[in-house]
């Protein structure tokens, strides 16, 4: 089945470590976003790619980082400046990045940071 | 800054009974209109959406939404709710200027009492 592949589910990092979250797609989809989601609050913008070797930040890209050196894998490295990392990560596609607003996105199952 | 807002975090409904989840976003340009639902252990997925024409629109599963643009709103509504429909309940808006950028709203989370 196509979709997309998010790992791990859980992971716990220590304070001041880099740690990279995988997410991969078999779609075929051109375009490829991270979100952030926290208790209450709607899921934001990390940064987001429309073709492969390009990337875009979103409205909150400090302390993130991203590489697209593959059409089928976007991942994000939390970087020990990122202040207040613990939080529920969301990658999501869409086939091109006009379609997203025609066909919306197709999410991952979401991978949960805890810092410790 | 656009923004999107969900007054009801959480709502509690027996089966059978009518459900209306409000949502309204700040932006004045033109938009597009998104609801997506998250059942319990399963991805975010669309729900329905508006682009133009009708502003009442139907989703999957008896699911509709009215945008009323006068009061910036696209509210989700249901006659009859069934103990499935159990999920978190995400409004979003695109403006259309950059359709790149989605702003979500902070979610409602609905619990269908058998």
């Known amino acids: 089945d196509g979709g997309i592949t998010q790992s791990p589910k859980y992971l716990f990092r220590k304070e001041g470590q880099n740690v990279t979250l995988s997410c991969e797609q078999n779609l075929n989809h051109d375009a490829m976003y991270w979100y952030r989601q926290d208790p209450g609050q709607g899921l934001r913008l990390i940064y987001y790619?429309?073709?492969?070797?390009?990337?875009q930040k979103g409205d909150i890209a400090e302390g993130y980082s991203v590489s697209r050196e593959k059409k089928e894998s976007f991942p994000l490295t939390v970087t020990s400046a990122q202040k207040n990392p613990t939080a529920f990560y969301l990658c999501?596609?869409?086939?091109?990045?006009?379609?997203?607003?025609?066909?919306?996105?197709?999410f991952g199952s979401g991978t949960r940071l805890t810092v410790v | 800054a656009q923004s999107v807002s969900q007054h009801n975090h959480h709502v509690i409904l027996s089966e059978a009974a009518s459900l209306e989840l409000g949502c309204n976003y700040s932006y004045g340009g033109t938009v597009n209109l998104f609801w997506y639902v998250q059942y319990p252990g399963q991805h975010l997925q669309l729900l329905l959406k508006y682009f133009s024409g009708d502003p009442l629109v139907k989703g999957i599963k008896g699911f509709e939404a009215e945008f009323i643009k006068s009061k910036f709103s696209f509210n989700l509504r249901k006659p009859s709710v069934q103990w499935s429909d159990t999920a978190e309940y995400f409004c979003?808006?695109?403006?259309?200027?950059?359709?790149?950028?989605?702003?979500f709203g902070s979610g409602t989370k609905l619990n269908v009492k058998p």
């Open positions: 979003a808006v695109n403006a259309r200027r950059n359709f790149n950028k989605f702003y």
């Open positions: 790619s429309q073709i492969v070797n390009d990337f």
């Open positions: 999501a596609s869409s086939l091109h990045p006009g379609t997203v607003a025609n066909y919306g996105y197709t």
